[in-house]
Structure formats: structure tokens, C-alpha cells
């Protein structure tokens, strides 16, 4: 819940909202809805729909929503991890080669 709360008070500041404008909008009082903001309650699907409804994404898009820090770190790891890919498959076709390489010898030295 708390990774859920940290994504609508993420989505609300991205809309400059207080919280008192969502609690507002959502027909709750400020301190409910500051409580789902910190993960202190649990939120039922008709509230997540509401709350979803009100930035304008599905509850999936919810859900799975990710700031752009969080993005920007998985980007970071996808391309170390592609380079490391990158580099092996390197070593592979070396190796390859070596393998041709001494084949090629012996099969002369049986000449």
C-alpha cells in the first residue's frame, strides 16, 4: 500500500493538488485520504477506480505506474545488462574463431 500511496502523491503533485483538492474530489476527508497517501489504509477497488478516474488512467495503468526516477533507474540497468549481453556474445565469437582456428590446425597436421 505504501508504493501505492507514494504513486498517487506522486500523480497529485504532477497535477499541482493539494491533498485537500483530491479528498475533495474523491468526497473523503483530508486525513482518509492522507492515510492512503502514507499506505495506512487499505484501498478497495472502488476506491482505487475513483482514484484512477480522477487522473485519468485505468486501476491497471494505476497500479503499474512508474515515476520517471524509477524509470530512469531500470533504463540504467537494461543498458549495463545489454552491454554485459554485448561483451559475451563478443567472447562466443572469439571463441568460435579459436575453435575454427585449431581445427584447421589439426586437421592440416593430419595432412
Wanted: aromatic share 4%; hydrophobic share 35%.
Amino acid at each position: 500500500m505504501k508504493t501505492l500511496g507514494k504513486k498517487i502523491r506522486l500523480l497529485r503533485h504532477q497535477k499541482s493538488w493539494s491533498q485537500e483538492d483530491v479528498a475533495k474530489r474523491l468526497e473523503i476527508s483530508i486525513p482518509a485520504f492522507s492515510k492512503i497517501e502514507t499506505g495506512i489504509t487499505d484501498v478497495n477497488l472502488s476506491r482505487l477506480e475513483q482514484i484512477s478516474k480522477l487522473f485519468d488512467m485505468s486501476v491497471v495503468q494505476l497500479l503499474t505506474f512508474n515515476d520517471a526516477e524509477s524509470q530512469e533507474k531500470h533504463t540504467t540497468e537494461l543498458e549495463e545488462l545489454t552491454k554485459k549481453v554485448m561483451e559475451r556474445e563478443k567472447e562466443v565469437i572469439d571463441l568460435q574463431k579459436r575453435i575454427i582456428e585449431l581445427y584447421e590446425e589439426l586437421r592440416k597436421a593430419k595432412n
